[in-house]
């Protein structure tokens, strides 16, 4: 599945817009994580254990929104956005959207 934040796909043609698609998940922090991250916070740097949870959470969120464009029969998926919006003090929710598309790339 091809995906880009451009409206357009270079040497592409879009042939049929499927629609939106989406893809979201909610994930909390753990007692773990949190430990590690105030010491973390303690001496400085990147808080990894974070980090990693956001990178799953991200990964997720655009497998759900790729099925969803296949179930359409779509290829291809344009203008792709993400944006983060808090559920409760520990928890986040990560969307991605975008259009979902059908490309002919032979030309």
Known sequence: MIMTTSNEIAAARIVQTHGLVRGNTIRARNIGRDIAAVLRGL?????????????????????????EARQLGANAIIAVRFSTSYIMSNAAEILVYGTAVTIDNSE
């Open 43 to 67: 001496v400085g740097g990147e808080i990894t254990e974070y980090t990693k949870m956001l990178a799953e959470a991200r990964e997720q969120s655009l497998d759900r929104m790729v099925e």
